[in-house]
């Protein structure tokens, strides 16, 4: 179904119980990550992909969340207006919801073994 980019301002707002609750419900189950455990042919593969849409996304909220913190001090000091950035932030939302990279992204491991995370 065709749709129109609109701004939805609850995308925009800081973080409250109602954002991070909106924010979450655009994440799947699981996070975007994927269990690959194919040896079939062509390539052979055991390991855990994450789908880059759903870590586009998340960056996305996080970018947000950090942008709010320091809302008041940031925001002066940019030459946009806090409602343009709030309208970029959610126009990054929704060009990654329709028009995302669905590249499946391999985790990486450091050398202590630490919780595994995308680098792309």
Known sequence: ?????????????????ETNATWSE??????GFIVVDS????????????????????LGYYANQTLSIGRNATIRQHHHSENHMKHCFDYLRQS???????????????NEGNKPAVDG
């Open 1 to 17: 179904m065709p749709r129109n980019f609109e701004l939805h301002r609850i995308f925009t707002k800081a973080p409250s119980f």
């Open 26 to 31: 655009l994440i799947p189950r699981g996070r």
């Open 39 to 58: 040896t079939d042919t062509p390539v052979p593969y055991t390991g855990v992909e994450a789908n880059s849409a759903q870590n586009e996304l998340r």
């Open 96 to 110: 990654l919801m329709c028009a995302s990279d669905t590249t499946l992204e391999t985790l990486q491991v450091d």
